[in-house]
């Protein structure tokens, strides 16, 4: 079961990618980013930083659409492969280092990535289109040990490749709400975007006024106010898998306290928690992907 945080590095040549991915990760309860770079060049330096200062890299995010150079993730790949960890210092001279795990990322199937399934540390590969929000619940399960993929993925692969009873594929193409478009576009400015209320007025065109109600109405309508009462399970909406309900009971139950003190207590600063904290646990429910176990 996954308790701690994932510290993540990033290697992704898109600077806009790059970011986007960067605040997904920073946004969710579970992942820490460490470090985030551009190059092959940047990576080596990046891991000699991290490893003075003996920080831990528990996954490298790799996005795979390959630049003009064909060789770019191969070198990425030997990198990872060559560089000390923080706790080499101290390992027996026996034991040989072990490479921090790669979980690829791309817009399309590249046929070229599946070669890299059969490394050891290769711990996943997951389509931009198909995973889109659910990146920290990506990274997080592949931390975990199992073998994420999307379904487009899944189509790449021979059958022996997709190991029973460790292969997740996610899909986060599906909502928890049957949300309208309108909706849907609210729910991504408050809960992804984390908009002020005057903010998600100005572009929605609204009044601020409304915007309040506006907000109200998406807790509902993703059952995230059923679940703060009891009257709906977690796992109703978040599904039982272990890695997932360690950290939302802990969430949900620091969401009831504040609830609790909010209702007693006429301070500002009570309040304002109670607002961010609802809004992070509605910021994980609309990353929730579709969990499917390969048996």
Known sequence: MVTKITNVLIVESDLYARNWEEMLLRRDWRTRVVQQVGSPADLAQALADLCQHREKVDLVLIGADLPC??????EVLEILDACPSPEDASRPAQKKYAP????LLSTRPAFQASRFFERVNFVGYILKDEIRHAMAWAVTLAANGQLVI???????????????GRTLVLDGRTTVAAFSQHDAEAARLSFMFSMERSELADELGISEEYSYGLVSSLYEKMGLNDILSGEASAEQYFGDHPAVQVHLRKAIDTLRKVNAQANKAKSKTVKLKKVREKE???FHLLTLPEIEEIH
Do not use: N
């Not at 150079?69 to 191969?74: A, G, K, P, S």
């Not at 921090?100 to 979980?103: H, I, N, T």
């Open 280 to 282: 992070s646990l509605a």
């Open 100 to 103: 921090p795990a790669f979980l």
């Open 69 to 74: 150079d064909e060789h770019w993730l191969d």
């Open 150 to 164: 999307t379904p487009g993925v899944g189509r790449l692969l021979a059958p022996d490749q997709l190991v029973p």
